[in-house]
């Protein structure tokens, strides 16, 4: 299968180049090119070529509850708004509320993502016929007990028992929720079980003050050590939020090799009480991914408007405006800082397909002075034209298949799900 | 000269309704309404219509500018970017730089603005072909001298005797640039020549701690009280940011009745080290608009992202996830919080007909649980669907009318501009 793009814009190139695709990645650029006669081309006359973008940490189904309490302290906003409407959803309200995230990905220009939620098989399901990439997250939680547990033990080991090992869009990984809401023992049968299947950990991790103290409380440390002692904390480790992490945390962190991610405008609009260390971290060598976390607390899945609050509370935390520079956010963004996720955002000959056309004409990225600039301060993922996934084009001119009946759908099962507590 | 608008979803009424408006403003609402035969009349079936917003405080002509420089500290940006570019900026570059920053209003949804800059009549030109409405600055700056101030003062008088008073969408308004900027003879003069022609007086203030400080040195009183002693705080005062104002100076501010702007993303961009004291000024009653300062310092004209960052920065400032709620942020992007600004942000008969029709069916404002929070937390611009100014379409099916030459122009003049000083 080979696919030609023609007449784009790339940086590094003074002429208008093309991209020749085959069996999903890269297999020549440079201007002047030719496809296979015959073969599909797309004309990119006008635009950009830029890597797609990755969101290293979301729950793409809570699109189903997009607004169905905001503006609450987290306490209630849980308790009284997400859990009651969590605890009524099927697998079939997953697969639709994930279909509606990978549409709303595609139309901002997220190429992959790494997503922790119930109902994985509905969740794998949703995104293969999405095109998208995933590394999806074999839930765990016991909060509510053993039995919480043993379900989850048991979806896991049935995922990775049916699962096709040739599907390498569907990267499965184990995603305990939390070391306050999971115990000590079924953390414990995370770290052998993803040893086991060589399967990478994320975990929520360091996203509050009262998490810390807990921790602190209950195991006579703070959180990156307690997951230590579980494990938990390696190169295939991944760790949401990370806001509260201290010096002493950060060494442990890099020196186990794990990763963080990243989730800035979920941390302001819980009002966590603090910005995540990027500088500390960076200064560490530790990789950083930036994450949308769910449509219920952003509540938006576009990473354009991420990277612009990433760069903007980080300047602010600092107080200095050269803090986190548009390149630097973009590398962020793309997936370049944190290889664990799969080696993204390079646009070169053998790497994987996952393109976007930019629409550099549009009138907030007008004039073309500085494209990171434009990218990162000015845009929305509405300057997104067109979404490639390995080799596959899954938006053209803002064109998603199947988008109409995902959002009926969705909205129909929303209504259901929240009727008991309207906001 | 009649327009109605058909089976629209307006918030308060169960079923569809008809808006009938004449002469620029609402003449009558309701469901089944009929327009006048053979009158205009535009089908907004599936979608919101809500009040457009208002941009409180910008330099619509700096679009030339956007990216010019970009994660550079403040004097870096102004001395070696900004200011050697506008100091060759035409009154034709004007032109066409606010006529850019008009479309990109026009398509994101604001329906009025608030604007100083230089060359008041190549934007009023330009604002008049928009179609939109403006307060109008006449700028005031003399850090380079008396003779800078007096070409201003000369624009200033020149504007307001050769205007045509019946042109009631461009509403001029005084603009001295700051008191670290203007010297107190000229904002004394400022303070005059605004009573003398009712014209409110517009100026940046308490933005930086730098500001504050010199205030204190060069006057030994704060900058609000400052102000206060040339006469330009009054219930036509428009003060811009406002970020390091204390509990004092807002006392005296609500006591002489002036109005507060904030910028959120400008404040944060260029790190100036604090953030706009919402909590305190709502207390004392102030009135309140929101802003997105120019496109060269957000670098986007976008206020329905401008909302959503104004809501996440007051959440975290406070640490309260209840702080700054959706209503609320809605309220003040419309300009229901700053009347001075005009009394806009309401659909009922005999109002201005400033309307947007909103593409609730979006995939980012699916599932429709919340309006509020959808167009705050998960919408940009791109929502947009129509935007109307006096009962004329500006923008139809995201369509504005010139916007190809308009992009052109402004590329081929930005790229002349910056050519000496390229980011």
Same mark, same amino acid.
């Given at each position: 299968m080979t696919l030609t793009i023609e007449n784009a814009v790339l940086e590094g190139y003074a002429d208008l180049i093309s991209i020749r695709i085959r069996d999903g990645?890269? /297999?020549? +650029?440079?201007?002047g090119l030719e496809g296979p006669e015959h073969a599909p081309r797309l004309d990119a006359a006008g635009m950009t070529v830029i890597p797609g973008l990755v969101n290293a940490h979301t729950h793409a189904a809570m699109t189903l509850l997009r607004g169905a309490g905001d503006d609450l302290p987290l306490m209630t906003?849980?308790?009284?708004?997400?859990?009651?409407? /969590?605890?009524?959803?099927?697998? /079939?309200?997953?697969?639709?509320?994930?279909?509606?995230a990978c549409v709303e990905m595609i139309r901002s220009g997220t190429v992959a993502f790494q997503d922790g939620y119930w109902h994985v098989h509905g969740m794998a399901r949703a995104v293969r016929e999405s095109g998208l990439r995933v590394a999806l997250g074999l839930a765990m939680v016991d909060a509510q007990g053993g039995e919480q547990g043993?379900?989850?033990?048991?979806?896991?080991? /049935?995922?990775?028992? #049916?699962?096709?090992?040739?599907?390498?869009?569907? #990267?499965? +990984?184990?995603?305990?929720?939390?070391?306050?809401?999971?115990?000590?023992?079924?953390?414990?049968?995370?770290?052998?079980?993803?040893?086991d299947h060589g399967l990478n950990v994320h975990i929520h991790l360091s996203e509050t003050p009262w998490e810390v103290n807990d921790c602190l409380n209950r195991h006579g440390m703070r959180p990156a050590f307690y997951l230590d002692t579980l494990g938990l904390l390696h190169q295939r480790s991944i760790l949401a939020h990370g806001v509260f992490l201290d010096d002493d945390e950060l060494d442990l962190i890099a020196l186990r090799g794990a990763t963080l991610?990243?989730?800035?405008?979920?941390?302001?609009?819980?009002?966590?009480? !603090?910005?995540f260390?990027?500088?500390?971290?960076? @200064?560490? !060598?530790?990789?950083? !991914?930036?994450?949308s976390d769910g449509a219920a607390s952003n509540n938006s899945l576009d990473l354009f408007a991420e990277m612009k609050t990433f760069a903007l509370i980080q300047k602010h935390a600092r107080g200095d405006p050269t803090a986190m520079p548009a390149p630097l956010a973009l590398d962020i963004a793309m997936?370049?800082? @944190?290889?664990?996720? !799969?080696?993204?955002? +390079? +646009?070169?000959?053998?790497?994987?397909a996952d393109l976007l056309l930019i629409r550099t004409h549009e009138c907030g990225m007008v004039p073309p002075l500085n494209l990171a600039s434009n990218l990162v301060y000015a845009a929305t993922g509405a300057v997104v034209d067109t979404t490639i996934v390995a080799g596959r084009v899954l938006m053209h001119h803002r064109f998603v298949e199947g988008e109409g009946e995902i959002r009926r759908e969705v909205t129909a099962r929303a209504l259901a799900l929240t009727r008991l507590h309207p906001s």
């Amino acid at each position: 299968m080979t696919l030609t793009i023609e007449n784009a814009v790339l940086e590094g190139y003074a002429d208008l180049i093309s991209i020749r695709i085959r069996d999903g990645r890269i /297999e020549a +650029i440079g201007p002047g090119l030719e496809g296979p006669e015959h073969a599909p081309r797309l004309d990119a006359a006008g635009m950009t070529v830029i890597p797609g973008l990755v969101n290293a940490h979301t729950h793409a189904a809570m699109t189903l509850l997009r607004g169905a309490g905001d503006d609450l302290p987290l306490m209630t906003w849980l308790n009284e708004r997400i859990w009651p409407a /969590e605890a009524r959803l099927s697998e /079939e309200d997953v697969y639709w509320g994930t279909r509606l995230a990978c549409v709303e990905m595609i139309r901002s220009g997220t190429v992959a993502f790494q997503d922790g939620y119930w109902h994985v098989h509905g969740m794998a399901r949703a995104v293969r016929e999405s095109g998208l990439r995933v590394a999806l997250g074999l839930a765990m939680v016991d909060a509510q007990g053993g039995e919480q547990g043993d379900a989850c033990k048991k979806a896991a080991r /049935e995922f990775m028992a #049916q699962r096709d090992p040739h599907e390498d869009r569907i #990267q499965p +990984i184990l995603f305990p929720h939390a070391i306050y809401s999971v115990s000590p023992e079924n953390l414990r049968w995370c770290a052998r079980f993803a040893d086991d299947h060589g399967l990478n950990v994320h975990i929520h991790l360091s996203e509050t003050p009262w998490e810390v103290n807990d921790c602190l409380n209950r195991h006579g440390m703070r959180p990156a050590f307690y997951l230590d002692t579980l494990g938990l904390l390696h190169q295939r480790s991944i760790l949401a939020h990370g806001v509260f992490l201290d010096d002493d945390e950060l060494d442990l962190i890099a020196l186990r090799g794990a990763t963080l991610v990243t989730n800035p405008t979920s941390n302001l609009k819980l009002a966590v009480g !603090g910005i995540f260390p990027h500088e500390r971290a960076a @200064a560490r !060598g530790i990789p950083v !991914g930036l994450g949308s976390d769910g449509a219920a607390s952003n509540n938006s899945l576009d990473l354009f408007a991420e990277m612009k609050t990433f760069a903007l509370i980080q300047k602010h935390a600092r107080g200095d405006p050269t803090a986190m520079p548009a390149p630097l956010a973009l590398d962020i963004a793309m997936g370049r800082k @944190a290889p664990i996720l !799969g080696q993204t955002g +390079i +646009i070169a000959p053998g790497h994987p397909a996952d393109l976007l056309l930019i629409r550099t004409h549009e009138c907030g990225m007008v004039p073309p002075l500085n494209l990171a600039s434009n990218l990162v301060y000015a845009a929305t993922g509405a300057v997104v034209d067109t979404t490639i996934v390995a080799g596959r084009v899954l938006m053209h001119h803002r064109f998603v298949e199947g988008e109409g009946e995902i959002r009926r759908e969705v909205t129909a099962r929303a209504l259901a799900l929240t009727r008991l507590h309207p906001s």
